[in-house]
C-alpha cells in the first residue's frame, strides 16, 4: 500500500472509536435485545407477515393483501418490503435470516449505520488530507484521527438518520445512512489510478445505488442523487478526469437496474395512488416544511424548542430539529475558512450544497418562484421537503473534518518558532486528544437531547421482556373481526378511527373497509375524504356485512368492545346488477352513489361508455378459489349479466373467461366489474404488479452482470488509461498526492 493511500484510509484509532460509539448507542438492541421502536411502524409488518406465511405454507409469492382498503398493492406499495424478486431458494433463504435477524431489533438499519458512519470518516479524511500539499508522507497529518472520528460520529448521531430509526422506518433509515458510502465510491472512481481500482469503484458505487433502491424508499433516492450528482461533477473537475463521469453514469444506471424490481413497480404504483394528486404535495409539504428557526437549530437545537410542546418551529407534522450541534456547526465554519488552494474549491462546493438544500427544507416558505419545484415530476421528493437537512447535515459533517484538522494542524504551525521541536509534537498528541474528547462528549449530548425527547414526546416501546420477535404484539381480534375473518365473502366496517386505521386486520385474517397505509389508491381516498363510507348503500355496495354501533341485528360482543351489528341485506363480494349507468365522471358517480335511493344490487355506475349494461339480474356464482392474487368463479346465467366484484379495482388485474381475456371495468369509483354471456361459465381474475415481469428480468440480469464484473476486476490489473485534460499532470517526474486513490 503507498503512503498516500496510508495516510488517507481510515485510522485504527478512529474507527475503534467509531464501533464503541456505535455500539454504545445500540446497545440495548446488540447486547440486550430490546427494541426502541415508538409511534404505529409496528402495524407495517403485518403485510410482510402474510406474504412469508403464505411463501412457507404455499411457496406461492404474494402481492396483494386483500384484508385491508378491500385490497390494496402490498408489495408494489412497498408496505411489504420482502425481495419477492429473488428466486425460490434465495427468497426462503432471505425469510430464515430475517427470522433470525430479529433477535436483534432493526439489524439492517443498524448495521447500515455502522456502514454509513464508518465511510463518512475515510471520505472526512480522503477529502482533506494531502490536498493542500503536493508532497507525499507516509505519515498521517495531525488531528487526522479526530477528523475521521467528528465526520463518522456527526453522520451516525444525525437526528435525521437516528429519529426515522427510532420511529421503525426502516426504508428511510437504510437509504440515508449509505449516502456517504456512496459519495466514497463516487470519489473513488474520480480518484483511482489503476484500472482495478476504478472499476472496483465503479463496482461499489452500483452497489451502494443498488442496496438504496432496493431499501424501498424513491423519495430519499431521489435526494442522494442530488448531492452525489454534483459532488461527482466537482470530483472530475478536480482530479481532471472528466471522462470518468462515464463512468458514474454507467454504475448509477447499473445500480438502478439491479434494484428496478423494486422501485417501478413502486413508481408505476404511485401513478394510482393519492400521492398523484396534483394538490396532495402541497398539502403534505406544508405540513412538513422547516422555518427559520429550524435551520437556526441546525447548531443550536433549543433555537426551535426542539422537541415535545416546548417545540416552536415550522413543522406541523413533527417536533425535532435537524441538528449539527454547536461544535459541529462550528467546526464545519472553521472548515470552510480555513480551506486554501484546491481544496477550497471543494469546501464551496460543499458548503454550497449544504445551503442549497437548507433553503429547500422551507418548502412551502420559500418564495413564489421557487414553489415551483413542489410541482415538479419528481414532487414526492419534495413532499417533506425537511429532509432536504440530511444533505446539509451530511456536507457539514466533512466540512468539520476539515476544521479538526486546521485546529490541530494550524495551532502547531503558530506554535512553532517558539518552542522546542518535542513542544509542537506534543502539543500535536494533546490537541488531537482533546479535540476528540470534546467531539465525543459532544456527540454524546447530542444523542442525550434527542433520546428523551424520542421517550417524552411518544412513548418508548422497550422492555427487556420484550419477546425477541418484532416488538409491537398484535392484539386479541375482537367480536367484529372475528366474525368477518370466519364470513370472507364480506367484510367489516369498523367506523371507530382507532380500529379501523389499523393493519391488525392482516393478522387477525379479517377483511375491512379500510387500514394503516402511506399511499393508498386515489380513488379510495376520494371515496374516503367525501365520506362516502357514512353512506349505508355504499357499504352494501362494498360488501360490508358487519359493522359497530349502528342499527340492525345486535350480536353480542365482549366487554369494552363496540356492538357489532349485521348490516341488513348485505351483499356479497360478487353480486350482479341489471344495470351499469355511465356518467360523465367521478363527481357524477360520486354524487349518484350519495343518493339514498340508490339500490347497488340494481345500478351500479361507470365513467367508461364500453361498459354500459342493460340487463336482468338473475346470474349465480360459486367461488371456486378465493386466494389474494387468484379468484376464480363459475357463473351461470340463462341471460348476459353482468358481474361486480366488490374489491379494489386497480391496473395489474386482469380477467379471462374460459380461458379468453376480457375487460375489467371500473365500477361504483372504485371497484370492479365485468360482463358474462348467458351460460355457465369460469371467471377467473388475476393479479401482478405493472412492471413487474420486466423489472424482476432486468434486476436478476443486472446482478449477474455486477458478479461479472467483480470477477473480471480480479483478473485486471495495471494502470488506468489517462485522460486527455490530466495526462501531462500525471507524465512529470513525480506522482502529487491528488493522483492517490481512495
Known amino acids: 500500500m503507498n503512503a498516500a493511500r496510508r495516510s488517507a484510509a481510515p485510522g485504527a484509532l478512529g474507527s475503534i472509536a467509531l464501533v464503541a460509539l456505535w455500539a454504545l448507542l445500540f446497545a440495548p438492541q446488540l447486547f440486550e435485545r430490546r427494541p426502541f421502536v415508538v409511534g404505529d411502524t409496528g402495524r407495517y409488518a403485518a403485510y410482510a407477515d402474510f406474504s412469508r406465511d403464505r411463501w412457507a405454507e404455499l411457496h406461492e409469492r404474494t402481492f396483494w393483501n386483500p384484508y385491508v382498503f378491500m385490497g390494496i398493492p402490498a408489495g408494489a406499495s412497498l408496505a411489504d418490503p420482502r425481495p419477492q424478486w429473488l428466486p425460490a431458494g434465495l427468497l426462503t433463504t432471505w425469510d430464515a435470516l430475517d427470522r433470525a435477524s430479529r433477535r436483534m431489533p432493526s439489524a439492517l438499519p443498524i448495521i447500515a449505520s455502522l456502514l454509513g458512519a464508518l465511510a463518512a470518516a475515510w471520505l472526512g479524511r480522503v477529502l482533506w488530507i494531502g490536498q493542500a500539499e503536493e508532497r507525499v508522507s507516509p505519515v498521517a497529518p495531525p488531528g487526522s484521527e479526530a477528523a475521521g472520528f467528528v465526520a463518522g460520529a456527526l453522520w451516525l448521531l444525525a437526528p435525521g438518520l437516528l429519529v426515522p430509526l427510532a420511529f421503525g422506518h426502516d426504508a428511510q433509515s437504510l437509504t440515508l445512512a449509505l449516502l456517504p458510502a456512496t459519495l466514497l465510491a463516487t470519489h473513488g472512481v474520480a480518484a483511482a489510478t489503476s484500472r482495478a481500482a476504478v472499476a472496483g469503484c465503479a463496482l461499489l458505487l452500483a452497489l451502494c445505488v443498488a442496496f438504496e433502491g432496493l431499501a424501498g424508499h424513491p423519495q430519499f433516492l431521489v435526494i442522494v442523487a442530488c448531492l452525489a450528482a454534483p459532488f461527482a461533477i466537482e470530483r472530475a473537475l478536480r482530479f481532471a478526469r472528466p471522462r470518468r463521469l462515464r463512468l458514474h453514469v454507467i ?40 422555518a427559520p428557526l429550524d435551520l437556526l437549530a441546525l447548531a443550536w437545537p433549543r433555537a426551535a424548542g426542539f422537541g415535545g410542546p416546548g417545540y416552536h418551529g415550522g413543522l406541523a407534522a413533527t417536533d425535532y430539529s435537524h441538528s449539527l450541534g454547536l461544535v459541529g456547526a462550528l467546526l464545519a465554519v472553521i472548515g470552510l475558512l480555513a480551506a486554501r488552494g484546491r481544496e477550497a474549491r471543494t469546501a464551496r462546493w460543499l458548503a454550497a450544497l449544504g445551503a442549497i438544500a437548507a433553503v429547500l427544507s422551507l418548502g412551502t416558505g420559500l418564495p413564489p418562484p421557487l414553489r415551483v419545484l413542489l410541482q415538479l415530476p419528481i414532487g414526492s421528493a419534495f413532499r417533506t421537503p425537511v ?61 442525550a437531547e434527542v433520546r428523551p425527547v424520542l421517550e417524552r414526546a411518544t412513548g418508548q416501546v422497550a422492555s427487556s421482556s420484550a419477546s425477541p420477535g418484532f416488538p409491537l404484539r398484535v392484539p386479541p381480534a375482537p367480536a367484529l373481526a372475528r366474525l368477518a375473518a370466519a364470513d370472507p365473502r364480506h367484510r367489516a366496517w369498523p367506523g371507530d378511527p382507532e380500529l379501523g386505521f389499523s393493519n391488525d386486520w392482516i393478522a387477525w385474517r379479517a377483511p375491512q373497509i379500510a387500514g394503516l397505509h402511506g399511499a393508498v389508491p386515489s380513488r379510495w381516498d376520494r371515496a374516503a375524504r367525501e365520506d362516502l363510507f357514512l353512506c349505508e348503500s355504499v357499504l352494501r355496495a362494498c360488501a360490508v356485512g358487519w359493522q359497530c354501533g349502528a342499527a340492525g341485528d ?59 349494461f342493460e340487463g336482468v339480474r338473475s346470474a349465480r356464482c360459486e367461488w371456486i378459489r378465493d386466494d389474494p392474487d387468484r379468484l376464480v368463479i363459475r357463473t351461470s346465467a340463462s341471460a348476459e349479466a353482468f358481474w361486480v366484484i366488490a374489491d379494489t379495482h386497480f391496473p395489474g388485474w386482469r380477467a379471462s373467461l374460459d380461458g379468453a381475456e376480457i375487460p375489467i371495468a371500473r365500477v361504483n369509483l372504485m371497484l370492479r366489474g365485468v360482463r358474462v354471456p348467458a351460460g355457465t361459465h369460469r371467471l377467473e381474475l388475476d393479479y401482478l404488479p405493472q412492471g413487474w415481469t420486466f423489472a424482476v428480468v432486468v434486476a436478476r440480469a443486472s446482478w449477474l452482470l455486477w458478479f461479472a464484473g467483480v470477477l473480471a476486476t480480479r483478473f485486471r490489473r495495471g494502470p488506468a488509461r489517462p485522460d486527455r485534460a490530466g495526462r501531462s499532470a500525471r507524465t512529470r517526474g513525480s506522482r502529487s498526492r491528488e493522483d492517490s486513490p481512495v
Open 251 to 290: 454504475a448509477t444506471l447499473l445500480g438502478l437496474s439491479m434494484s428496478a424490481a423494486v422501485w417501478l413497480p413502486a413508481l408505476l404504483y404511485g401513478r394510482h395512488t393519492q400521492r398523484a394528486d396534483s394538490g396532495f404535495a402541497l398539502r403534505e409539504a406544508a405540513r412538513w416544511s422547516a
Open 387 to 447: 429532509s432536504w437537512l440530511i444533505v446539509t447535515q451530511c456536507c457539514g459533517a466533512l466540512l468539520a473534518a476539515r476544521g479538526v484538522l486546521e485546529c490541530a494542524g494550524g495551532s502547531a504551525r503558530w506554535l512553532r518558532p517558539g518552542f522546542p521541536n518535542a513542544g509542537p509534537r506534543a502539543l500535536h498528541r494533546v490537541g488531537v486528544a482533546a479535540i476528540g474528547l470534546v467531539a465525543t462528549l459532544a456527540a454524546l449530548a447530542l444523542f
Open 554 to 612: 345486535s350480536i353480542a360482543s365482549a366487554p369494552g368492545e363496540c356492538r357489532v351489528v349485521a348490516m341488513h341485506a348485505a351483499l356479497p363480494r360478487g353480486y350482479s346488477v341489471a344495470s351499469v349507468r355511465v356518467l360523465p365522471d367521478d363527481a357524477a358517480v360520486i354524487a349518484a352513489m350519495r343518493d339514498p335511493s340508490w339500490e347497488p344490487e340494481r345500478v351500479a355506475f361507470t365513467t367508461e361508455s364500453s361498459a354500459g
